[in-house]
């Protein structure tokens, strides 16, 4: 079965389409009988667990992108942590209370994601949980206890009730409390059309490879100029970012990926040496998101540089020119699982410039020429910036 086909596409729902309320609270003990909501352990030394549901989104989530995959999961360290599903917490009744009452000291809160291919599948069924050692998987060898349980997407709809035809992805909280905070998290999970994966919360959040878009052309640039030479003489050129870069990925100091990169291409050609050939006067997206399974930090979005390949190397293309300074400032944005950054750049003088906050205190010299140039984020994590590549044809 072609399950990637089936999410792929968002349709418009019918009439009754979503039929889950999000704020939907449940409460049961670590080995599935009886309920208790006073955040203790119950007599049998099982941990408290309670599930609050988040509803469902129709916005497809990047762990999508793995076709094998039927979920996603991951602890939440925070509040902040655990509702990267949410577009607006405060619409959600009952959240901030359910939140109020934890102490992250003292409770794991776990974040599960699965799918459905209607819109009625709007909540996760949790089962089974408990609380497992995990011989020297921790820090420096140190046994890890370890969240485990079974998750499974339901169809909440009344008999008569319509669904819309639009795939669906339903978010639940699970809160364990008990001695022994745990650091960890492995659900078994069965989505909507019931296949079972085992999703653990160490995975990486998708794998690059699979993600759409590309990273920079396969063949050598048709035009190299020796370098890049103004006729102002009160031009002062942008700082570049030299040879080092991260293509397509940061990562970690284990090899983890952090951030990826990506050319939206559209599908402009079935020809990959053509797919990252774009004209004067063309639109060219990038994007950035986070492929982690926690909150990554980066500067504002305008910290990149836009380069052309020359024979003394990589050479920033935008200067400023007489009095004009130029300063960046230092406050950090925190991207979710799944989130980060979007650029339009029009490949013009004007429209380059007209992208960038500072765009009116920046010039383009000399005029934009057919050959291979690079967009290098400065802003992300590590000693390297992020980059991808393109040619422009004239």
Known sequence: MDRFGRRDAIVA????????????????????????DDGTENGDGSPTVETFQLGPSLERPLWAADEERT??????????????????PEEIDGLEEWFAEIDFEESTVVVVQTVGPNTCYGEIEIDDVSVDVRDGS???GDDDRVVTGTARAVDVSDDDEACGQAVTYPSALVRVTGE??????????TDGWGETTEVDSSAELVDPDLLPGLVRPSTEPSAVPSTLECDDDEFERLWS?????????????DGTPLLAMRIDDGGRSDDESERLQFEYGDEIDVWMRNVSTSHVLTGNASKYSLERSTDDGWIEVRGTIG???????????????????EWTLE???????EDHFRGEDLEICPDLEAGRYR??????????????????VK
Not at 15 to 33: D, E, F, H, I, M
Not at 182 to 187: D, L, V
Not at 323 to 341: L, V
Not at 375 to 392: C, I, R
């Open 138 to 140: 921790g820090e420096g």
């Open 13 to 36: 729902a019918a009439a009754g389409g979503t039929a889950a309320v999000a704020g939907c609270l449940g409460s049961r003990t670590g080995n599935g009988s009886g309920s208790t």
């Open 347 to 353: 490949l013009t003088e004007a429209g380059i410039l």
């Open 241 to 253: 970012q030299g040879d080092d870069v991260a293509w397509g990925e940061v990562r970690d100091d």
């Open 323 to 341: 009095d004009a300074t130029f300063g960046y400032t230092d406050e950090g944005i925190s991207h979710p699982p799944g989130e980060g950054f």
């Open 71 to 88: 979920g996603f999961v991951s602890v939440a360290e925070s509040e902040r942590d655990a509702l990267w599903p949410v577009e607006d």
């Open 180 to 189: 022994d905070r745990p650091t960890a998290a492995t659900f078994t999970i």
């Open 375 to 392: 967009f290098a984020y400065w802003g992300a994590p590590g000693d390297e910036p992020l980059a991808v590549a393109f040619d422009l």
